[in-house]
């Protein structure tokens, strides 16, 4: 049984210029979601498998809900016979949530489809492979991307590193574990080559 996962959604602060909300504070509005092995929808992908043929594969296939996603819908893995769906999708509002949650989940399981008719040669993702899967499965001139929006994830920046020559200053999450000069530095007078005169110094950030 795939286990429960709270997401928050934080919603923009109001206008500061209406005199109803200016005082007030933003909520945040939390949704209960499924996450992990998804049975029922496995189910379904082993059902069409085994209609074109794909018996060994159908016995492999599994769909999960992958709370690491944001921005993707879903996700398809060939070797291994996956489908991830974003939990995001089960917050969608009522009317569109399950045309939304099937749609992505055929436009998946069409990516491994079109790779297991083809397993000897390379195809595009989105090729003409794939839109014949779709159309196969019933979702004839689906679309590569879709037009959901989904939050984007943004990490809080830790580190900066500037140079000591120009000034130039970047932000990274990441902490840089290896010596890296200031790229135009080294280019216009080195160049092009590292010098230490142009190594990038760090700052934590608070």
């Not at 769906?85 to 509002?93: A, M, S, V």
């Not at 790779?115 to 590569?144: M, T, Y």
Request: proline share 7%.
């Amino acid at each position: 049984m795939p286990e429960q996962l709270d997401l928050f959604d934080q919603p923009e602060s109001p206008s500061p210029s209406s005199p109803e909300t200016s005082n007030s504070e933003p909520e945040t509005e939390t949704h209960t979601v499924w996450v992990g092995f998804d049975r029922e929808l496995t189910d379904q992908a082993a059902d069409w498998l085994r209609r074109f043929g794909f018996d060994k594969q159908a016995d492999q296939v599994s769909v999960s809900w992958n709370k690491r996603m944001r921005s993707s819908a879903g996700r398809a893995k060939y070797q291994s016979a996956e489908i991830e769906l974003n939990p995001r999708l089960q917050i969608l509002p009522e009317e569109q949530r399950a045309e939304e949650i099937n749609r992505t989940f055929l436009h998946e399981l069409a990516h491994l489809l079109a790779f297991f008719r083809n397993p000897r040669r390379k195809i595009q993702a989105h090729g003409v492979e794939w839109q014949q899967a779709c159309a196969d499965l019933g979702i004839p001139g689906e679309s590569r991307c879709h037009d959901l929006e989904f939050p984007v994830r943004r990490q809080k920046k830790k580190f900066a590193y500037s140079c000591p020559s120009c000034g130039e200053s970047i932000q990274r999450v990441r902490r840089i574990r290896r010596p890296v000069a200031c790229h135009p530095c080294c280019k216009k007078h080195n160049r092009g080559r590292f010098h230490k005169k142009y190594q990038l110094r760090e700052e934590t950030l608070s």
